[in-house]
């Protein structure tokens, strides 16, 4: 990351921060996915970053922060919120807890809610801006609504890039898939899966709850969301003459388009959005998934691709 470690300290950092300090938005990279980056406590410019990504309005945005400290003055942290920002901060963990400072997260990015969702990214250069900037920037994924992710800074660019004054090249993206999302409200719940695992999660602050969390709880949960243009079918062994086939290990191509030719969940993560991407470019009528196993990252995967496909979680 010597490019990152150079941008941390350069003219095109306070560039950034200044243009966000103006009321700007930002294209930025995170160790998840790429992000469109506002003030969090400037309603206009929470509200060009809904405009730009097409996102309704009664779905919140994430709380970015360079670290704990800064957390606990705008989110009112437990236990179970302290327990797991130590293990899992800075990296790919939202927290959603009761609002603590209402005008540091404006009503607009809370969608009204009295919680807010917050997670100190891992990437250099979103700790390196957040320092710059000094205060919590929401960031939702760069694309517009309901399309897959940003992993690179081309996508991000050609999603929402249009509506950046500055945007950070920070490389392609790490994980790939969007942060974990756990509420620590009454019942610990997972809101959405990711990298950080149930059972990592489990493992520090007990077992989650299974109950399906009411929608004003987790609005993010759209149906179809992460979607490409092309339909797409899942747990495919044989695809059709004409689809392209998205494989998985020994089940699928071994090129151009395998997620993992070794079966490792991780690559397949880091390579799902770009490939949906890829896919979406042919000429193809379709696109078809090999099984991905449901285990650990697994999860995150599946739930991605449930909903790229259009099915309910
Ligand atoms: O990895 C990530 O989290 C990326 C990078 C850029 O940090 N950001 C991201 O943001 O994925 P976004 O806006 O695309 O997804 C945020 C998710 C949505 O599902 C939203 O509904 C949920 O977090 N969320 C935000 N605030 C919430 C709240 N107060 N209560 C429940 N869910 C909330
Ligand atoms: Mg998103």
Same mark, same amino acid.
């Given at each position: 990351m010597d490019r990152a470690a150079d941008i941390a300290s350069s003219p095109e950092l306070?560039?950034?921060?200044?243009?966000?300090?103006?009321?700007?938005?930002?294209?930025?990279?995170?160790?998840?996915?790429?992000?469109?980056?506002?003030?969090?406590?400037?309603?206009?410019?929470v509200a060009a970053v809904y405009a730009a990504k097409?996102?309704?309005?009664?779905?919140?945005?994430?709380?970015?922060?360079?670290?704990?400290?800064?957390?606990?003055?705008?989110?009112? #942290?437990?236990?179970?919120?302290?327990?797991?920002?130590?293990? #899992?901060?800075?990296g790919p963990l939202t927290l959603v807890?009761?609002?603590a400072d209402a005008a540091a997260v404006c009503d607009l990015a809370r969608a009204g809610l009295d919680t807010?969702?917050?997670?100190?990214?891992?990437?250099p250069l979103a700790h390196a801006l957040l320092g710059a900037f000094s205060g919590p920037l929401v960031a939702p994924s760069a694309n517009r609504s309901g399309r897959p992710s940003p992993t690179t800074f081309a996508d991000a660019v050609e999603e929402t890039g249009a509506a950046a004054a500055v945007a950070l090249d920070g490389g392609p993206c790490?994980?790939?898939?969007?942060?974990?999302?756990?509420?620590?409200?009454?019942?610990?719940?997972?809101?959405?899966?990711?990298?950080?695992?149930r059972a990592q999660i489990e493992a520090l602050i007990g077992p989650l709850s299974e109950a399906?969390?009411?929608?004003?709880?987790?609005?993010?949960?759209?149906?179809?969301?992460y979607a490409p243009n092309l339909p797409l079918r899942l747990n495919v062994t044989e695809p059709r003459a004409d689809e392209v086939w998205l494989?998985?290990?020994?089940?699928?191509?071994?090129e151009p388009l395998n997620l993992s030719p070794d079966g490792d969940l991780a690559e397949a993560a880091a390579n799902l959005f770009a490939y949906l991407r890829a896919a979406d470019r042919s000429t193809a009528a379709g696109i078809a998934v090999a099984p991905i196993?449901?285990?650990?990252?697994?999860?995150?995967?599946?739930?991605?691709?449930?909903?790229?496909?259009?099915f309910v979680g």
């Open positions: 306070e560039g950034a921060a200044a243009a966000l300090r103006a009321g700007g938005l930002v294209i930025l990279p995170t160790e998840t996915v790429y992000g469109l980056a506002a003030d969090a406590g400037d309603a206009r410019a097409g996102r309704p309005a009664f779905n919140p945005l994430i709380a970015h922060v360079s670290d704990v400290a800064m957390a606990r003055r705008i989110a009112r #942290f437990d236990d179970r919120a302290e327990r797991l920002a130590a293990a #899992f901060w800075p807890l009761p609002i807010v969702a917050v997670r100190a990214p891992a990437h790490q994980i790939g898939l969007e942060s974990a999302v756990v509420a620590l409200l009454d019942e610990a719940r997972l809101l959405r899966p990711g990298s950080v695992t399906e969390a009411d929608a004003k709880r987790s609005p993010g949960r759209l149906a179809r969301h494989g998985f290990g020994a089940i699928g191509l071994p196993p449901d285990e650990g990252l697994g999860e995150a995967i599946n739930d991605r691709l449930r909903r790229a496909a259009g």
